[in-house]
């Protein structure tokens, strides 16, 4: 039997977090596509170990080539 506990994954402790701060089950699909969207630009980076240069540079990347609102991009900063 292994006696070590695993800390919960990323995804599953935003999760939580949303369901703790009562967000719509529409907000948190959403916001869990930004943050997996966030992640594999930057290569399967764990978002711990990034900061704001990473942040602007996705942002940048989102308003530059994909060419998203303004609104859009707030949404991607705000998951």
């Keep these: 039997m292994d006696t070590h506990i ?7 402790r935003v999760k939580a977090t949303m369901r ?8 948190e ?7 997996r ?3 594999r630009f930057h290569g399967v980076r764990h978002p711990a170990s990034m900061g704001g240069s990473e942040v602007r540079a996705f942002l ?3 308003a530059v080539e ?4 303004a609104a859009t991009q ?5 998951a």
């Design 74 to 78: 707030n949404q991607a900063l705000n």
């Design 66 to 69: 994909r060419q998203v609102a």
């Design 37 to 39: 969207y966030f992640i």
């Design 60 to 62: 940048e990347q989102l």
């Design 6 to 12: 695993r800390p919960p994954k990323l995804m599953d």
């Design 29 to 35: 699909k959403t916001y869990c596509y930004w943050i």
């Design 20 to 27: 703790v701060k009562r967000y719509s089950p529409r907000t």
